[in-house]
């Protein structure tokens, strides 16, 4: 636009100003927007609040992140954690090893290859995967591993029910990302002479990367919080086990469960502090997983 | 390198619909040609058919013949991947792989071909960049991201990724239409300088570029919507725009419809 041509007054005749049930509709709105948000926010920070309250001194002690709680009665101060803490993550990464394959594979397959009546029923077989309660998974692998092949309840059978909560978030999370890269991409590695399998696992993947370790992040933060399954396959011990094929093994979510109900202020303050040790590794793993996002995948 | 196609009664099809109907043609070696028409007319989809890549699309089919050097392409042994390798392609809209920097984007055909050598990579990289009139503004920062250049870089960058794995033929659909003037002149003088070693077919809207660019145009047309597209007539470029043998020609390239 050049200098000569100068722009029309505010209020130039025959441009209205806004109305007054314009304005007031915009303010209502507004208001409604931020109050929304502020309710959302109570129940998170209320949370966040009470556990960092009740459970902060007992992160502070360094045998809280090495000790077990062997030998220690609910009345008793001290012990740690590290017992539950191995527990929730040996068994979150031996899920994550046979779900995240799984899982992306079967994206993959929905994504690229898929079509007709197998895609659709996959796609179905997913969607009644995700809206299985946890504890069904957890009697499914019961029924499977105890009553059927008559094996003991160990960290193993634990992490095979959380594959089957985190096989469904995965596909679908992996889905979308796969979706949300253009066929251009596609269309240009095809036309370079790529073929399809290639052109998926080097340019489709590494384009999405970002959104699927964040997608398996989420899946992962999901089963390190589950509990239902555990309390079936994963009977809490004080010990710790390092073997997922014999005994029983603490996690987490079992010793939270635990120490839950007691009268003694130890156990109780054992409760909160594993709740925020939850919260926090889950945080870590978030953050991590973001690391990984940000210097892989698409250049910025 | 650069080699003739012949099309023979091809009839091109979206599932039922015919999107094409009966093209017979020749594209000579070494020279450009220009494929015109209004919206629709399936020029582009023609131009899919010549490596293949029409059929990426679910339940694209194809009858007749493509042959290129006297090898009917779609020949029931020929392998899609092979002949994509020989007849590369510039899409539209710049499409520079998101997750590669510059070297790797122009490389990304060798790579996933297999070539390992980080000597003939980079001498790919450096012989294409140039063949593309890019190297001398990406030269030193061939480690950044591709998808930060400009519009008009990155469409040279994919043409440089398309001359990097040597194709005989170079596909462009139109490689101008999203781009300013200065690029499309800078893409236009670039088209010039490889057709001495490249058979090169380019779909335009922007009629004054197929005059200035090819030798020979193809002008399609189709009778109406949801009727199948076909070849009009083919001529050389000075004749087609001068003298062209078709009324309709005439009409369309003198702006009376289209």
């Given at each position: 636009m050049t200098a000569t041509v100068s722009s029309p007054p505010l209020h130039a005749p025959g441009v209205p100003e806004l109305s007054r049930r314009r304005r007031t509709r915009d303010v209502l709105a507004t208001v409604m927007v931020h109050v929304a948000f502020a309710i959302a926010m109570v129940p998170l920070v209320w949370i966040l609040y009470s556990v960092l309250g009740h459970g902060w001194h007992l992160l502070l002690d360094s045998t809280w992140w090495t000790?077990?709680?062997?030998?220690?009665?609910?009345e008793r101060a001290g012990g740690g954690v590290y017992h539950a803490i191995f527990g929730t993550l040996a068994q979150a990464l031996i899920c994550a090893v046979i779900a995240v394959p799984l899982a992306v594979f079967t994206a993959i397959y929905l994504v690229e290859y898929g079509t007709g009546r197998l895609a659709r029923a996959v796609s179905f077989t997913v969607d009644i995967l995700t809206g299985i309660p946890s504890i069904v998974a957890g009697l499914f692998i019961y029924a499977l591993w105890?009553?059927?092949?008559?094996?003991?309840?160990?960290g193993l059978a634990a992490s095979l029910s959380l594959v089957l909560l985190m096989v469904p978030v995965v596909v679908r999370s992996t889905e979308e990302m796969l979706k949300l890269v253009p066929n251009e991409l596609r269309e240009a590695s095809y036309a370079l002479g790529v073929p399809k399998w290639k052109t998926i696992s080097r340019i489709v993947l590494p384009t999405a990367l970002g959104g699927i370790v964040t997608g398996v992040m989420l899946g992962l933060a999901r089963v390190m919080g589950e509990t239902a399954p555990l309390l079936i396959l994963g009977p809490y011990a004080s010990s710790i086990n390092t073997d997922l094929f014999n005994g029983n093994m603490a996690t987490l979510p079992t010793m939270i469960r635990e120490n839950f109900?007691?009268?003694?202020q130890p156990a109780i303050d054992r409760m909160w502090a594993s709740a925020l040790t939850l919260i926090v590794l889950v945080l870590l793993l978030n953050i991590a997983g973001r690391v990984v996002a940000r210097f892989s995948g698409v250049k910025k | 390198m650069a080699q003739r196609i012949d099309v023979k009664d091809l009839n091109i099809y979206y599932d039922r619909f015919k999107a094409v109907e009966d093209v017979s043609m020749t594209i000579e070696a070494r020279s450009v040609t220009a494929f015109i028409g209004p919206s629709g007319c399936g020029k582009s989809t023609v131009l899919r058919t010549l490596n293949r890549m029409h059929e990426v699309i679910p339940k694209a089919t194809v009858t007749g013949t493509v042959d290129l050097n006297g090898r009917?392409?779609?020949?029931?042994?020929?392998d899609p991947v092979a002949v994509r390798r020989t007849v590369g392609m510039v899409f539209q809209r710049p499409n520079p792989f998101p997750t590669m920097s510059i070297s790797d984007n122009v490389a990304a055909g060798l790579k996933l071909g297999g070539e390992r050598n980080k000597a003939v990579l980079a001498e790919a990289v450096e012989r294409s960049l140039r063949g593309a009139n890019l190297w001398n503004e990406v030269k030193d920062r061939?480690?950044?991201?591709?998808?930060?250049?400009?519009g008009g870089q990155q469409q040279r960058l994919c043409i440089a990724r398309a001359i990097a794995v040597e194709p005989q033929v170079l596909l462009m659909d139109?490689?101008?239409?999203?781009?300013d003037p200065i690029s499309t002149l800078a893409i236009e003088d670039l088209i010039e300088e490889i057709k001495t070693n490249y058979t090169i077919v380019i779909v335009t809207h922007n009629m004054q570029q197929a005059a200035r660019v090819s030798d020979r145009t193809a002008f399609f047309n189709l009778a109406a919507t949801g009727k199948p597209g076909r070849l009009v007539e083919m001529d050389d470029t000075t004749k087609i725009f001068s003298n062209p043998g078709r009324k309709e020609t005439e009409d369309y390239i003198s702006g009376r419809f289209g």
């Open positions: 000790n077990s709680q062997r030998n220690i009665n609910p105890v009553t059927t092949f008559g094996l003991q309840r160990v109900g007691l009268p003694d | 009917n392409l779609y020949d029931r042994d020929v061939l480690d950044k991201p591709g998808a930060g250049l400009s139109e490689p101008c239409s999203a781009l």
